[in-house]
């Protein structure tokens, strides 16, 4: 069975830092396209960030130039390094990713990770 857990959440001041971590378990082949999306207070979930499995990076326009995705294929792990943090960070985050097993090609979700920006 797979399984996605992520770490790494917390209380941080705005203008501070957090490294959000996701690891993949379980038995599986590989790993394509890994995400980290949010869901804040009384909002919908959205898209944060994506890597793909040789490294090409996107970013919603919101935390450009602030938040940097990382992924290290050889332990089946995501990163989300999160820098000049501000309220509005304020969120659920949850890591996804495109996993090829045996049971064919599927997105598996994390079970989130609390960050909240505060002072």
């Known amino acids: 069975q797979v399984q996605l857990v992520e770490s790494g959440g917390g209380l941080v001041q705005p203008g501070g830092s957090l490294r959000l971590s996701c690891a993949a378990s379980?038995?599986?082949?590989?790993?394509?396209?890994m995400f980290w999306y949010r869901q804040g207070p009384g909002k919908q979930r959205e898209l944060v960030a994506r890597?793909?499995?040789?490294?090409?990076?996107n970013y919603a326009d919101s935390v450009k130039g602030r938040f940097t995705i990382s992924r290290d294929n050889a332990k089946n792990t995501v990163h989300l390094q999160m820098n000049s943090l501000k309220p509005e960070d304020t969120a659920v985050y949850y890591c996804?990713?495109?996993?090829?097993?045996?049971?064919?090609?599927?997105?598996?979700w994390g079970q989130g990770t609390q960050v909240t920006v505060s002072s």
């Open positions: 379980g038995s599986f082949f590989s790993i394509n396209d």
């Open positions: 890597i793909t499995s040789i490294g090409s990076t």
């Open positions: 996804n990713a495109q996993i090829i097993a045996v049971a064919g090609i599927k997105f598996y």
